[in-house]
């Protein structure tokens, strides 16, 4: 079976920053896009960043010039390297692949203080 296993969560003061990590493990067939989804306490889950196979990023307009990223394609892993943290950014982050089956990670708490 495939599994997505997130990492790199935690607490932070605003301005700092993490760098989360998403190993997919498992039959993975004809992977495509992986990408990262949030979803902030009492708020819908929300698109924050996507790269295709061959590299093509796209990001959310409120993340643009803060968060990178990136894939691994060696290892079937999908990072999210997020810089100049806000208490906005708070929330859980979930990894997802398309593969092309849709798969997702359980989600890494991701807390803001300022």
């Known amino acids: 079976q495939v599994q997505l296993v997130e990492s790199g969560g935690g607490l932070v003061q605003a301005g700092g920053s993490l760098r989360l990590s998403c190993a997919a493990s498992?039959?993975?067939?004809?992977?495509?896009?992986m990408g990262w989804y949030r979803q902030p306490p009492g708020k819908q889950r929300e698109l924050v960043a996507t790269?295709?196979?061959?590299?093509?990023?796209d990001y959310a307009d409120s993340v643009k010039g803060r968060f990178t990223i990136s894939r691994d394609n060696g290892k079937n892993t999908v990072y999210l390297q997020m810089n100049t943290l806000k208490p906005e950014d708070t929330a859980v982050y979930y990894c997802?692949?398309?593969?092309?089956?849709?798969?997702w990670g359980q989600g890494t708490q991701v807390t803001v203080s300022s």
């Open positions: 997802t692949i398309w593969s092309p089956r849709r798969y």
């Open positions: 498992g039959s993975i067939f004809n992977l495509k896009s």
């Open positions: 790269v295709t196979s061959g590299g093509t990023t």
